[in-house]
């Protein structure tokens, strides 16, 4: 007999037009708290937001099998997922009402295996440098014992929200 898991998401426009019109900071405090319905992509992989304040992010992901490859252990892309939400978001939450940012590019450095026996993983971005135009950030993927299983920089592209044409 095979597995299953089933969720459900809200539609992603409603967290993209409230992004446009607060701080970052703002918007990420409510979407932790609940008040605005999870992205998509943290429903598809189930990690969820923890904390954030001005220039760092956390996100927890508990790995299961529905997490693996075919060898046996979590996936790649998911660290990246973790790796890359964990680092934006840090970029996010320094920016003003009115600015957006958009991955540039995400290098991985993977340091151990996880499997569901790991257990809760913590992935913590934290901003190194932003100017006008570009953000350098990095996301560190920690177990319970602190120990670093994955390792990550991404630049990211500060730009004005697009009018909407209101």
């Known amino acids: 007999m095979g597995r ?3 969720y459900q998401w809200e539609d992603p426009a409603i967290l993209a037009e409230a992004a446009g019109r607060m701080a970052g900071i703002d918007f990420l405090h409510l979407l932790r708290e609940g008040r605005f319905p999870a992205p998509p992509v ?4 189930d990690f969820t937001l923890d904390e954030v304040e001005p220039g760092r992010a956390v996100f927890s992901l508990t790995p299961g099998e529905e997490h693996y490859n075919p060898i046996g252990s979590v996936h790649g892309g998911v660290f990246a997922t973790l790796l890359d939400s964990a680092a934006g978001c840090a970029v996010q939450s320094t920016l003003p009402q009115g600015m957006a940012y958009t991955s540039l590019d995400l290098t991985v450095k993977f340091l ?3 499997t569901v026996e790991t257990g809760t993983v913590r992935a913590i971005g934290t901003v190194i440098n932003q100017g006008r135009q570009t953000a ?20 990211c592209l500060l730009f004005p929200v697009p009018d909407s044409g209101r």
């Open 4 to 6: 299953t898991r089933t």
């Open 112 to 114: 151990r295996r996880i």
């Open 42 to 45: 943290s429903r598809t992989v």
């Open 136 to 155: 350098l950030a990095q996301a560190q993927l920690l177990d319970a014992k602190d120990r670093l299983l994955a390792h990550a920089t991404s630049s």
